[in-house]
């Protein structure tokens, strides 16, 4: 929602403070620099789609994910994502932008003539090089912004373009202009201006001078600060990447570029296929050199136990009032497991950097037995079915956890970069969430569960 | 994710069942549907940046720019250009006297000389322009005063032509065609090209005069009421010429009639309003002769101006401008140097953050926690 506000902001002012850098030159007469109809569609037709798609459809993290992390939602409590400073940046950007619409354009035309030797400096091809640059520079913005692309997303964007030049074509043509002369003024200009390299030329290099500062921030962002909502997408889609081999037993696959609904097909094989993606996974996300932070894979064998199956044992243990190790012994020693696993990173994180750098290996001995066995039996809880058929594993799965952790790391190295990625994780937010367990509502109890049940 | 969806549906599934079975029959369901759309499950794509993605575009970005920069500029260097103020505002200037003595009213037109020398020979097809400084075609009022029905030869604006032409839509009572503002200032100096030979013997230097204006204007835009046979001066009887004109519209060429009334190349050329107080506009085109003379060689010129057009009351200037032209048009020495500039800013800032990247973002890549 954030996102969708400092758009539209940037957009009006990218589209509107034109005007004002014009004023210096047209004599403050208040003259338009764009064409009449496209200032009226423009905040109707050529914009406005693809900022309500993304604000509909955008999901930073999948939805399991967020009732896992709760520590997600901080940011909207302290008000971080939208405050003034965020507006201030918005408009700074959106100011920035006009800048470099204007004088761009500007600088080149006042000088340029076409092939046939007219000079380009006229007030419709001026007006129509603004314009179309405007227009792609707002949409890639969009496209930037835009994290979760649905199709509805695709179409909205490439559409919003498609049918400015739809429409503007339309406008300029000899047809609307036979029938009303005086509306009209514009005949023949986008077709003359839109086949001249140089207003091509214009518009990618003003795209480009506005866009490129803007990649260059969010990925410096994304590198060094990345919020909680970076991580944890990220490691969704390491996740899929890890998920993919599964299926197929081969490596090499593009992160990110995988659509979740392939992902289904394989549930099946998941559990036999998860050992055999464990192992070959994980050496080759730290060979091929991915350039995050988190040892993801960790992360991934961590947040993949938390499915909804834990929501599941959760509403079991409330609904029947048993007490947990009297259901299904096979699924309940994972049911407390899971929970201490599952107020996810929150608990053991606390447990791990609660001490020093030092204590991480000596908890990281209380803590395998508990990760292990959830290890085993992940994948496959996803589907409640399969959970007791998963609870089978899980007692025989102790054993090879004893050989699936020398497969990249010793059981203390994985607990190490499992600490690093706790830190990863709660980001810098001061020493809050390191010192203690009080950042989140119930690591105290849980604790004593796992050592309980184990 | 689709292993999680599966959970979803399958609680949703459960949920509802349990409900139906435990509560009362009568409640109804007020849930969203369960199908992809309205539970937000719609297969996405979720691009991330990260180093292996942005970085490569910088360098890309910064490769391919740079170049395009280098020819950029370089064929804008090979473009020659020359460009002769002639607005007389020094005492030594020639058209000094024409510029201090204009009046509107008066019959003798006032010419001057202005004499400049080619340093190197002009190449292929020249273009002529004439260019005018402080001259605001683009202030609002200015630019919403015409008749675009009118000049588009529609007999009933001819006679009662729009109101946005005021003060200009009439005058002697009788309407002005074409009215409007940007007509009545029409750029009317005269120019004229001679070549001088070592040996001291004048050739005019051909100017075309037709081929000036956009294809557009000329065919679709600007028609002459009647069509194009019929004899202007009866057509546009009943109006009267623009207020600072000093002959009428049907007099502006009367040797050719396809360019003769409102479609004069000259005033539609006009009519294009410029977008910006400084600006030029193609006046005339020197075709070239064969390959094997340049076009305007090396030597002495002149150019002679009929000085019609005041400019020097809102300190406005003129100038007449000689330039070749190549595929991406005049010399533009700006739009290289932005992109070698902007080519070069990207690469380094790929370089920046390569290093910034290698520096400080992989540090959690080793098995020591930072503290």
């Known amino acids: 929602m954030c996102r969708f506000l400092c758009y539209f902001f940037y957009k009006n002012f990218a589209f509107t403070m034109v005007h004002f850098w014009f004023g210096f030159f047209c004599g403050f007469s208040a003259q338009t620099v764009y064409d009449q109809y496209f200032i009226t569609l423009y905040n109707i037709v050529y914009t406005s789609l693809p900022v309500l798609a993304m604000g509909i459809f955008d999901q930073d993290v999948p939805e399991q994910r967020s009732l896992e992390y709760p520590k997600l939602y901080e940011p909207g409590q302290l008000n971080l994502l939208f405050n003034k400073r965020e507006f201030f940046i918005c408009i700074t950007q959106g100011i920035y932008t006009s800048v470099v619409l204007f004088f761009l354009p500007y600088a080149i035309l006042s000088h340029g003539t076409q092939g046939t030797g007219e000079p380009l400096a006229d007030y419709q091809t001026f007006a129509v090089t603004t314009a179309t640059a405007l227009v792609i520079v707002v949409s890639v913005q969009i496209a930037l912004d835009t994290g979760y692309w649905t199709a509805i997303n695709h179409f909205f964007v490439w559409g919003s373009v498609g049918s400015f030049f739809t429409i503007m074509l339309a ?48 990925f410096l962002k994304l590198d060094l600060k990345p919020q909680l909502s970076d991580t944890v997408r990220y490691t969704q889609l390491v996740r899929q990447k890890t998920r993919k081999p599964a299926g197929r037993c081969m490596g090499g696959v593009r992160v990110g570029g995988v659509p979740e609904g392939r992902l289904g097909a394989r549930g099946g094989s998941r559990r036999s296929g998860y050992a055999f993606a464990h192992q070959e996974g994980f050496g080759e996300l730290i060979t091929s050199g991915k350039n995050m932070r988190l040892s993801s894979l960790a992360l991934a064998n961590f947040a993949s136990r938390h499915s909804s199956s834990w929501i599941d044992t959760l509403r079991k243990k409330k609904h029947s009032n048993t007490h947990p190790p009297q259901s299904a012994s096979g699924e309940s020693s994972p049911a407390p497991s899971y929970v201490s696993g599952s107020a996810p990173p929150l608990s053991n994180s606390s447990s791990l950097l609660g001490g020093s750098q030092d204590t991480p290996v000596e908890e990281g001995t209380h803590t395998p037995p508990v990760i292990l066995p959830q290890v085993a039996s992940g994948p496959p809880t996803n589907t409640p079915p399969a959970l007791a058929s998963a ?27 499992l600490g690093a990625v706790q830190d990863a994780l709660f980001g810098w937010r001061g020493g809050a969430a390191h010192t203690s367990g009080t950042s989140s509502p119930g690591p105290p109890p849980v604790p004593k569960d796992t050592n309980h049940t184990v | 994710m689709m292993a999680s969806n599966y959970n979803a549906k399958e609680e949703d599934g459960h949920q509802p069942a349990a409900i139906g079975h435990g509560g009362a029959g009568t409640v109804k369901n007020k849930k969203p549907d369960n199908t992809a759309f309205k539970q937000q ?65 008066s019959t003798k037109p006032c010419l001057c000389s202005v004499p400049f020398f080619l340093d190197q020979p002009f190449e292929s097809n020249v273009f002529m322009y004439y260019g005018l400084s402080n001259f605001y075609q683009n202030h609002r009022r200015y630019v919403k005063s015409r008749d675009d029905s009118q000049l588009n030869g529609d007999k009933a604006s001819l006679t009662s032509p729009s109101k946005e032409c005021e003060p200009y839509r009439t005058s002697d009572n009788k309407p002005i065609a074409p009215c409007g503002a940007i007509a009545n200032s029409l750029f009317n100096d005269t120019l004229e090209l001679y070549y001088i030979d070592p040996n001291g013997s004048r050739t005019a230097i051909p100017l075309v005069k037709k081929g000036i204006a956009w294809w557009t204007d000329k065919h679709v835009k600007f028609r002459n009421p009647g069509g194009n046979d019929n004899n202007l001066t009866v057509v546009f009887q009943g109006t009267s010429k623009p207020v600072n004109w000093r002959k009428s519209v049907y007099e502006l060429d009367p040797s050719d009639p396809d360019n003769n009334g409102f479609i004069n190349e000259d005033f539609i050329v ?39 057009y005041p400019v020097r009351s809102f300190e406005g200037r003129k100038r007449m401008i000689l330039s070749t032209i190549s595929w991406m048009g005049g010399k533009n020495p700006f739009l290289g140097i932005a992109y070698i500039t902007v080519g070069s800013v990207c690469f380094f800032l790929g370089i920046v953050l390569l290093i910034i990247h290698h520096k400080y973002g992989n540090r959690n890549h080793s098995a020591d926690i930072p503290s």
């Open chain 1, 171 to 218: 406008m300029h043509s000899q047809t609307l202009f036979s029938i009303f002369p005086n509306q009209f003024h514009f005949v023949g200009s986008a077709q003359s201006t839109l086949v001249q390299p140089l207003v091509w030329l214009t518009i990618v290099l003003a795209t480009v001078i506005c866009i490129v500062p803007v990649l260059a921030f969010r």
């Open chain 1, 391 to 417: 609870q089978v594993p899980s007692a025989d799965a102790l054993t090879p956890t004893s050989v699936r952790s020398p497969g990249g790391d010793s059981v203390g190295g994985w607990n190490l970069s």
């Open chain 2, 41 to 105: 499950r719609l297969p996405a794509w979720q691009p991330i940046l990260t180093a292996g993605t942005v970085l490569p575009a910088f360098f890309v970005i910064g490769l391919i720019f740079i170049p395009i920069g280098i020819g950029l500029f370089v064929t804008s260097n090979n473009i020659q250009e020359l460009e002769i103020d002639y607005t007389g505002v020094d005492m030594s200037s020639p058209c000094y006297n024409c510029s201090q003595s204009y009046s509107w009213n």
């Open chain 2, 270 to 308: 006009w009519m294009r309003t410029a977008a910006l107080p400084t600006f030029r506009k193609l006046y005339r085109i020197i075709h070239k002769k064969t390959n094997m003379t340049p076009t305007l060689p090396l030597g002495q010129y002149i150019l002679e101006v009929t000085y019609n």
